[in-house]
């Protein structure tokens, strides 16, 4: 079974829509993160998160909101998607010993918006 | 502000012919520079980290180095399973931990 889990893995929506994009991990880590990735920009962060009660934002944090549920769980959402929200989103986990060791990536949701 | 660059963005290979792929970053207490793995459609694959300049890893054909301004991620004898795009990303204290990534280096190794 893999250690982060996404869903939905694809979804196309409408200029508009609320969207929720699930992250679970079974690795124990305290830190999760979520990506975008863009052709041509790389990877950029949006939100990271702690633990339960301590979220930040990340570089490119308009537009979207998170909510973390419990330590496995980090979900993100765009409130009103439009079209250059269109993009393949990663979340992320490290464990919590002063930051200094890898993250593992999900598989990614490709998300399309119309 | 935190910079990273990869260079060349795209490099093809003939089958066993060794390359070396470049990363230079500007950051303010370098904390850590992250080697990463992906392929299509698929989330990045942890490959190296490498914490202070003069550092050395290795894994099996690629062999990371890192000074105070650069990376090199060094791929010797390649094949074809090589392809894909390689990551490189820094971390500092200031960005909370999280990573800044640079663009990518897209390889084709062909048989």
């Known amino acids: 079974d893999a250690d982060v889990t996404q869903t939905p893995r694809n979804r196309i929506t409408k200029t508009g829509k609320r969207i929720m994009l699930e992250c679970s991990q079974t690795?124990?880590?305290?830190?999760m993160y979520w990506y975008r990735q863009d052709p041509g920009l790389g990877l950029r962060l949006i939100y990271y998160?702690?633990?339960?009660?301590?979220?930040n934002k990340g570089e490119i944090s308009d537009g979207y909101s998170v909510s973390r549920q419990a330590q496995a769980k980090f979900s993100l959402s765009l409130e009103s998607a439009i079209p250059n929200q269109t993009a393949l989103y990663f979340c992320?986990?490290?464990?919590?010993?002063?930051?200094?060791?890898?993250?593992?990536f999900g598989p990614g949701t490709r998300l399309t918006v119309l | 502000e935190d910079q990273v660059t990869q260079s060349p963005e795209a490099l093809r290979l003939q089958e066993g012919e060794s390359s070396s792929l470049n990363c230079s970053y500007t950051?303010?207490?370098?904390?850590?520079l992250f080697w990463y793995r992906q392929d299509p459609g698929k989330g990045p694959e942890f490959l190296f980290t490498?914490?202070?300049a003069g550092e050395e890893k290795e894994k099996e054909r690629l062999k990371a180095t890192l000074t105070k301004k650069e990376s090199f991620l060094h791929i010797t004898a390649p094949k074809p399973e090589d392809s894909a795009t390689y990551l490189c990303?820094?971390?500092?204290?200031?960005?909370?931990?999280?990573?800044?990534f640079g663009k990518g280096t897209s390889l084709l190794v062909t048989p």
């Open positions: 690795k124990g880590h305290d830190r």
């Open positions: 992320a986990t490290s464990e919590d010993e002063g930051g200094l060791n890898e993250q593992f």
């Open positions: 990303a820094v971390q500092a204290p200031h960005s909370g931990y999280a990573l800044n």
């Open positions: 950051v303010s207490g370098l904390r850590g």
């Open positions: 490498l914490y202070s």
């Open positions: 998160s702690f633990d339960v009660k301590d979220i």
